[in-house]
């Protein structure tokens, strides 16, 4: 079993979907979790940054972090054809690498 | 500011070629990170630096994998003998981690767009 598991996908959705991300771990001392997204032939680019537990929202971007289940999610609202790309996972603990999931892709259709 | 920038962006080897890939890391940042990413996969961690220092070369996949970061700033990774099975996507990474002062959002890494290696 991966230390990080993540639906690879591919995930379809219509404009104006709510999108629903998820990842589940196994590592309970993973402390820092972020979303990534990235298009193809592109670098990861940083969407989200949460440290423990909670929420947090960041304009149509919320990513959710539930350490007792060790599950996390992101949500994305009023989906954009621009939204569509691959979105990985990723955490670790202070001072050490990041580990990532496999990446869901995501096609949003107008 | 400027962000991390890789090069090349894409390299063709033939087997058994050595190649050198380079990272300019955002300036300040103390934390230098290489990643490899297969195909359809997450990136996988290969080795990290922290100021000139390689702290942990642990995800290095064999001894023809080698990064050095001299002065603290740049970082070049070098793989010696190519192989197909090299072939992939390498991306550096950088952030404050290691920094005095820094904030809470110290672990957070920013990625430069990745140098596409294809062995032959």
């Known amino acids: 079993q991966k230390e990080v598991e993540q639906d690879p996908g591919p995930l379809s959705v219509p404009e104006g979907a709510i999108v629903s991300l998820n990842c589940t771990y196994s590592?309970?001392?993973?402390?820092?979790f972020m979303w990534y997204r990235q298009y193809s032939r592109k670098g990861p680019e940083l969407l989200m940054y949460t440290y423990s537990s909670g929420n947090k929202e960041d304009g149509r971007f919320t990513a959710q972090v539930d350490k007792s289940s060790k599950y996390i999610s992101l949500f994305i609202r009023d989906s954009q054809p621009s939204d569509s790309a691959t979105y990985l996972c990723a955490m670790n603990q202070a001072g050490t690498a990041l580990i990532f999931g496999k990446g869901t892709t995501l096609s949003v259709s107008s | 500011g400027a962000g991390v920038s890789q090069s090349p962006r894409y390299k063709v080897a033939k087997r058994g070629q050595d190649v050198a890939l380079r990272c300019d890391p955002i300036?300040?940042?103390?934390?230098l990170f290489w990643y490899q990413q297969a195909l359809g996969q997450g990136p996988e961690f290969l080795t990290y630096f922290q100021n000139e220092a390689q702290l942990d070369k642990s995800g290095l996949p064999s001894d023809r994998f080698f990064a050095e970061r001299p002065e603290g700033s740049v970082s070049t990774l070098k793989i010696q003998r190519t192989q197909q099975e090299d072939s992939a996507v390498y991306l550096c990474?950088?952030?404050?981690?290691?920094?005095?002062?820094?904030?809470?959002?110290?672990?957070?890494?920013?990625f430069g767009p990745g140098t596409r290696l294809l062995v032959l």
């Open positions: 300036s300040g940042h103390v934390s």
């Open positions: 590592n309970s001392a993973f402390q820092y």
């Open positions: 990474a950088s952030s404050l981690r290691g920094s005095k002062g820094a904030t809470p959002g110290k672990e957070t890494q920013y």
